[in-house]
């Protein structure tokens, strides 16, 4: 499984900005897949996530009302629909995908085996 994030730029705040993430895999349905990001000189922190089979959708609460997270199974992609951006947004972007991890856990990054290699989004003030 490989994972392809892209979409990343710089925006003023108040902007928008749509990630997305290819995921090279037959059944994507049956794949959890997250968003986590990372700002400069902080952990990694979980943004979203759209579970499987279902696509029901969580959101960290800093991003609720702001970010969408969508998946397009037929076309193997999931993403990232960013609106009224702050400049603490500001971070690295990655999405990762796990067949097996529970919904309570789906904030936890070591649950997840497959990661793409990070996007950066800037929003400046």
């Known amino acids: 499984v490989q994972l392809q994030a892209s979409g990343g730029g710089s925006v003023q705040a108040g902007g928008s900005l749509r990630l997305s993430c290819a995921v090279s895999?037959?059944?994507?349905?049956?794949?959890?897949v997250t968003w986590f990001r990372q700002a400069p000189g902080k952990e990694r922190e979980f943004v979203g996530s759209?579970?499987?089979?279902?696509?029901?959708?969580y959101y960290t609460d800093s991003v609720k009302g702001r970010f969408t997270i969508s998946r397009d199974n037929a076309k193997n992609m999931v993403y990232l629909q960013m609106s009224s951006l702050k400049p603490e947004d500001t971070a690295v972007y990655y999405c990762?995908?796990?067949?097996?991890?529970?919904?309570?856990?789906?904030?936890?990054?070591?649950?997840?085996?497959?990661w793409g290699q990070g996007t950066q989004v800037t929003v400046s003030s």
């Open positions: 895999i037959r059944t994507l349905r049956s794949y959890t």
């Open positions: 990762a995908a796990s067949s097996g991890v529970i919904l309570s856990e789906i904030t936890k990054e070591y649950n997840y085996a497959y």
């Open positions: 759209s579970f499987r089979n279902g696509g029901s959708t």
